[in-house]
């Protein structure tokens, strides 16, 4: 199960730096903070949650934050972290990469695997963390584009950046649901935007073709309790070992992945006001759960509250 600490839904504050640095850990991942000018140093996060993705805008001095070895292994956090540079200059690191960073630029990088992000002067960048199985692409492709510029003179750029700019800045005003919806706007475009880097690489092998008809085929049957191993792999003329490798390449399970969409998919509909008259249980029996305790247990152990905690009020 993905390890995750529980989150605030909004984040707005402007800190000195033993303030930034905690809420810059209970907002993204563990991360060492460190500041030019530690005495004088102040930083301000505005954004929230949407079930497991976080939109933040984070203005601050001059500092780094560098995901550690130790830290990956105190509190490790499988998410993939976008991030938009609109004022300041500065580097990512990661994979033996440097990459100079200016107003403009957009990069992505992997919280599994050690970094570093370096912010030179006064700055302020736009983030968005999601999932890594949310980006539904071989890894060894997008190992190829962490801690590179992405899109950086593409038409789709010029259509992500000003989007991810303004969703930062906005999305703490949001209620929950359209917050949740333009989430997803996002994540779609930033996985549009790095398919075009990789320049058609993504369904390069038969390998990965496959990868995604067994991704679009769990979307499909999600609602399916009898959506197994075994079925999913009988149903691509597989062996369920060879199912289990395609998923291990990926640094995840065949059962993880189902599990998750279908919370996904179940915090959705939890949120949606149009929903409201639909119980928790229905809604976990139709996407795929067969025991509504189980379903809770297990809702709770990934967000950090009970699924009844995110239904909106009622008028």
Do not use: W
Request: hydrophobic share 40%; charged share 20%.
């Amino acid at each position: 199960m993905t390890t995750r600490q529980s989150l605030p839904d909004v984040y707005d504050s402007v800190l000195p730096l033993d303030g930034f640095r905690a809420a810059i850990r209970d907002a993204v991942v563990s991360l060492n903070v460190q500041a030019n000018t530690p005495g004088t140093f102040q930083g301000a996060l505005r954004g929230r949650a949407a079930g497991d993705v976080h939109v933040l805008g984070i203005s601050a001095d001059a500092h780094s934050v560098h995901r550690t070895e130790s830290l990956i292994r105190e509190a490790p956090q499988h998410y993939f972290k976008f991030t938009l540079v609109e004022r300041g200059a500065g580097m990512i690191v990661q994979g033996g990469r440097e990459t100079a960073l200016s107003p403009g630029d957009m990069t992505f990088y992997d919280t599994d695997r050690p970094y570093s992000l370096i912010c030179a002067d006064d700055t302020r960048i736009s983030v968005v963390m999601f999932p890594k199985e949310l980006l539904a692409l071989p890894a060894d492709l997008t190992a190829r584009l962490t801690a590179t510029k992405l899109g950086a003179d593409s038409p789709i750029g010029a259509i992500v950046r000003p989007y991810v700019a303004s969703l930062s800045s906005r999305i703490s005003d949001m209620s929950a649901h359209p917050a949740r919806r333009l989430c997803r706007g996002a994540i779609d475009m930033i996985s549009t935007l790095i398919e075009d880097d990789l320049g058609g690489q993504a369904m390069a092998s038969p390998h990965d073709a496959l990868m995604r008809r067994v991704l679009d085929y769990i979307d499909e049957h999600l609602s399916s309790p009898d959506l197994t191993p075994p079925v999913l792999a009988a149903a691509h003329y597989i062996s369920v070992r060879h199912l289990h490798s395609l998923f291990n390449d990926q640094g995840t399970t065949v059962s993880t992945v189902i599990r998750n969409r279908r919370l996904e998919r179940c915090y959705d509909q939890l949120i949606d006001p149009m929903a409201a008259d639909r119980s928790v249980t229905a809604i976990a029996l139709e996407n795929g759960f067969v025991d509504a305790a189980h379903f809770s247990r297990t809702f709770r152990a990934h967000y950090g509250v009970p699924p009844s905690a995110v239904r909106p009020a009622r008028a």
